[in-house]
């Protein structure tokens, strides 16, 4: 690589990724502005009075944005220092999501309004605005929903279970003749009966599938504040082991001693220490 190319990707490196360079700051804030445009332009397009008398305009703003955001998409890659940890990263994957499914649209048919994807890359606001510090109580949260996964998922198993032994009993009880016409059907009606979401759609008949369907209400009031107690329980303790320890602003990890000067997961040094 000559020194031309290395100043050139310098200055794009500057431009693109450079969120304390003034150049930095108008490129985020242009490339907010074009999300917000492309996602309006998804929204009116999916509005059948506005999209019959200008889908042809909205079509090529679309492929116009997807265009724009391919080739930002293709520039990060190319001046990244190390363009996989890019590519992996949250950013870098929400980056190509944004624009796959323009390509997507064009063998599938309404592929394209995946786009709405792209808003996802309007957290970038955090730092261009400089609220990267706010985060930290989002990742509070994050921490604990994945502490509490296997215990959550331990849970969901268990309601699927119950749901399936209840579904089997209103397969017999109520039979095709009243909806029920099978088992995996059963099953659908007793998921929506526990989470109290009751479409109606399906609706037992006699009074022993009324009994069972009543058991099935009365597991699903009792069964529904678990999740919300697993995860609360998890959230106190992931906020208290915050207070007690050090969490890395790189791999956003804790359980680091107060007086830790690098992560012992990443090796990242600490700001303020010495």
Request: charged share 20%.
């Amino acid at each position: 690589m000559n020194n031309l190319e290395r100043q050139r990707k310098a200055h794009l490196h500057e431009i693109i990724f450079g969120t304390d360079t003034p150049a930095g700051k108008r490129f985020d804030l242009l490339l907010l502005v074009a999300i917000a445009i492309s996602v309006g332009v998804l929204f009116l397009d999916s509005i059948e009075s506005i999209s019959r008398e200008w889908h042809l305009w909205l079509y090529a703003l679309e492929w116009l944005f997807t265009i724009i955001f391919t080739v930002e998409y293709a520039l990060r890659i190319y001046i990244s220092e190390r363009p996989w940890q890019y590519i992996r990263s949250f950013y870098g994957v929400i980056d190509l999501l944004s624009v796959i499914p323009s390509y997507l649209g064009l063998f599938i048919a309404g592929a394209n309004y995946l786009l709405i994807i792209r808003l996802l890359r309007v957290l970038r606001v955090f730092r261009v605005l400089k609220l990267v510090r706010y985060l930290s109580e989002a990742n509070v949260l994050l921490r604990s929903i994945r502490m509490a996964r296997r215990k959550i998922f331990v849970f969901f198993i268990a309601v699927l279970v119950l749901s399936t032994i209840f579904g089997a009993i209103m397969y017999v009880v109520e039979g095709p003749q009243h909806g029920f016409s099978s088992i995996p059907k059963s099953i659908y009606w007793t998921i929506v009966t526990i989470t109290t979401v009751g479409y109606g759609d399906i609706t037992p008949q006699t009074v022993l599938g009324q009994i069972v369907a009543s058991l099935a209400m009365l597991t699903g009031y009792s069964i529904i504040a678990v999740p919300t107690g697993i995860l609360t329980a998890e959230l106190h303790s992931e906020m208290a082991r915050e207070k007690l320890a050090r969490v890395c602003p790189a791999c956003d990890r804790a359980g680091h001693d107060t007086d830790a000067v690098y992560c012992k997961y990443c090796s990242e040094k600490f700001k303020n220490s010495a």
